[in-house]
T-cell receptor, first 111, second 115 residues
């Protein structure tokens, strides 16, 4: 059973703070992990991908992967009101190429 | 940038009507996908295609069919629309990451209301 769990939120943080978004998964065979951002009324857009344990940084975003503990997280430094959106965690299972999505965490960044 | 274009942004149909949702991508991707997104249920895969004239069922294919006659175009068909098919439909085009996983680019979505 492919499962991707995310807290639905909303996660509320003040402007300038670090937002931490978490995702856990059930299949140890999962190999590739993605974070998508979805603004209200819009379609998801890819912001980060990570394939190996550890941290991957891209600007204000850092993705963290821990396969032993089966979680992946997204840190957003210096959060801005424009970061307010729903963040979707997605992954692929070993041997498959389709993505399984979590239901997303809503992030609200207040000025 | 990859562009994925969905033909209709908003549609209103009546129960029993046949509905076509069309999707075109311009980056020569082999892989295309149809999802529906509903509040509280997230994104669910309906059908996908890895090549022209190929199709594979996703997690919720019942009540839907697809057509891929050309590489750039992937159509979703509701043979007889029902009210429980009221949803946001998202088409995606997949470019391969080095791991073999599809890195998806989504279209703007088609919001379908079935009355």
């Amino acid at each position: 059973q492919k499962e991707v769990e995310q807290n639905s939120g909303p996660l509320s943080v003040p402007e300038g703070a670090i937002a931490s978004l978490n995702c856990t998964y059930s299949d140890r065979g999962s190999q590739s992990f993605f974070w998508y951002r979805q603004y209200s009324g819009k379609s998801p857009e890819l912001i980060m991908s990570i394939y190996s344990n550890g941290d991957k940084e891209d600007g204000r975003f850092t993705a963290q992967l821990n396969k032993a503990s089966q979680y992946v997280s997204l840190l957003i430094r210096d959060s801005q009101p424009s970061d307010s959106a729903t963040y979707l965690c997605a992954l692929t299972i070993s041997g498959y190429s389709t993505l399984t999505f979590g239901k997303g965490t809503m992030l609200l960044v207040s000025p | 940038d990859v562009k994925v274009t969905q033909s209709s942004r908003y549609l209103v149909k009546r129960t029993g009507e046949k509905v076509f949702l069309e999707c075109v991508q311009d980056m020569d991707h082999e892989n295309m996908f149809w999802y529906r997104q509903d509040p509280g249920l997230g994104l669910r895969l309906i059908y996908f295609s890895y090549d022209v004239k190929m199709k594979e069922k996703g997690d919720i294919p019942e009540g839907y069919s697809v057509s891929r006659e050309k590489k750039e175009r992937f159509s979703l068909i509701l043979e007889s629309a029902s009210t429980n098919q009221t949803s946001m439909y998202l088409c995606a085009s997949g470019g391969q990451a080095y791991s073999g996983a599809n890195v998806l680019t989504f279209g703007a979505g088609s919001r379908l209301t079935v009355l």
